[in-house]
């Protein structure tokens, strides 16, 4: 996923100033936190500046919004994960973790697509999904039984058919269920 430059292709420059606002200088605007974590979910490369010092803040506004989301509700970081991260400072290893995180949330990301094709085919492959369908069935048939119509072989005939291929999809289903059970 390419990322969003301003128009003259350098990352968009947001200033921040001691009294802790931000100034977008691309739409020469104040902006919030919140609108930095929406420009970062629409892949507009910015950059973070101390208005005063000039130093390249990106890292820490960053970490603050994450700080922020997680403290809104959902959590995305376990316990467990942020333990591990804490213990990994001072580590030998320290210095491959952001390359290794990097690539990971990546590879995440390329696969997102194919994960969410594979969970929506295991819904439509559910057994339990064709069960719903065989008992929407059932029931459109019997409601079509006990309404009033009037007399036809040929409606009686289609009736018995669809009632034999509804039992015929049961036994199909209870035999799958049985060998899922195993």
Same mark, same amino acid.
Request: net charge negative; glycine share 4%; aromatic share 4%.
């Given at each position: 996923?390419?990322?969003?430059?301003?128009?003259?292709?350098?990352?968009?420059?947001?200033?921040?100033?001691?009294?802790?606002?931000?100034?977008?200088?691309?739409?020469?605007?104040?902006?919030?936190?919140?609108?930095?974590?929406?420009?970062?979910?629409?892949?507009?490369? $910015?950059?973070?500046?101390?208005?005063?010092?000039?130093?390249?803040?990106?890292?820490?506004?960053?970490?603050?919004?994450?700080?922020?989301?997680?403290?809104?509700?959902?959590?995305?970081?376990?316990?467990?994960?942020?333990?591990?991260?804490?213990?990994?400072?001072?580590?030998?290893?320290?210095?491959?973790?952001?390359?290794?995180?990097?690539?990971?949330?990546?590879?995440?990301?390329?696969?997102?697509?194919?994960?969410?094709?594979? $969970?929506?085919?295991?819904?439509?492959?559910?057994?339990?999904?064709?069960?719903?369908?065989?008992?929407?069935?059932?029931?459109?048939?019997?409601?079509?039984?006990?309404?009033?119509?009037?007399?036809?072989?040929?409606?009686?005939?289609?009736?018995?058919?669809?009632?034999?291929?509804?039992?015929?999809?049961?036994?199909?289903?209870?035999?799958?269920?049985?060998?899922?059970?195993?």
């Amino acid at each position: 996923m390419a990322k969003r430059k301003h128009d003259d292709g350098d990352p968009i420059i947001i200033k921040k100033y001691a009294n802790r606002r931000l100034y977008n200088t691309g739409s020469s605007s104040y902006i919030t936190l919140d609108d930095l974590a929406k420009m970062t979910r629409e892949n507009v490369e $910015f950059q973070v500046v101390d208005a005063k010092s000039g130093d390249d803040i990106t890292h820490s506004i960053l970490t603050q919004i994450i700080m922020e989301e997680e403290e809104k509700g959902e959590q995305m970081l376990p316990v467990s994960f942020l333990r591990q991260l804490i213990g990994m400072y001072g580590n030998s290893m320290q210095a491959m973790m952001p390359s290794y995180l990097e690539a990971s949330m990546e590879n995440f990301r390329n696969n997102q697509s194919k994960l969410r094709e594979a $969970f929506e085919k295991g819904i439509r492959d559910n057994p339990l999904a064709k069960i719903h369908e065989t008992n929407m069935a059932m029931m459109r048939a019997a409601g079509e039984a006990l309404l009033p119509r009037s007399p036809s072989s040929k409606a009686d005939n289609s009736a018995q058919e669809e009632i034999a291929a509804l039992r015929e999809q049961m036994a199909a289903m209870q035999k799958k269920l049985d060998d899922l059970s195993k």
